[in-house]
């Protein structure tokens, strides 16, 4: 099993920055793939951002360009770093952990972002 625990969400106004980190209960290097997905109101969940253990990574649309993910190994954690943040990045974000490729097994519980215009 692997526990996963989200922080960084919080409110902002648009054009500024957020950092996103999950914590996780085993080592990532591990894990397949990290990633981080979105859901707004009245909207499915999204891929925002992945990372696999190897360190390759990718993006939705939207966000290249404006968005990092990045793994730090020591800690056990995964972080997006949100820049030139807009409205429509406002949403609920997890992280999720995918052991084997297949779509994740384990999720976060999540951490709110609010973007004001």
């Known amino acids: 099993q692997v526990q996963l625990v989200e922080s960084g969400g919080g409110l902002v106004q648009a054009g500024g920055s957020l950092r996103l980190s999950c914590a996780a209960s085993?080592?990532?290097?591990?894990?397949?793939?990290m990633a981080w997905y979105r859901q707004a109101p009245g909207k499915q969940r999204e891929l925002v951002a992945a990372?696999?253990?190897?360190?390759?990574?990718k993006y939705e649309d939207s966000v290249k360009g404006r968005f990092t993910i990045s793994g730090d190994i020591a800690k056990n954690t995964v972080y997006l770093q949100m820049d030139g943040l807009k409205s429509e990045d406002t949403a609920v974000y997890y992280c999720?952990?995918?052991?084997?490729?297949?779509?994740?097994?384990?999720w976060g519980r999540g951490t709110q972002v609010t973007v004001s215009s």
């Open positions: 999720a952990a995918d052991l084997e490729e297949g779509g994740p097994d384990y």
């Open positions: 085993r080592s990532i290097f591990t894990i397949n793939v």
């Open positions: 990372i696999a253990s190897g360190g390759s990574t």
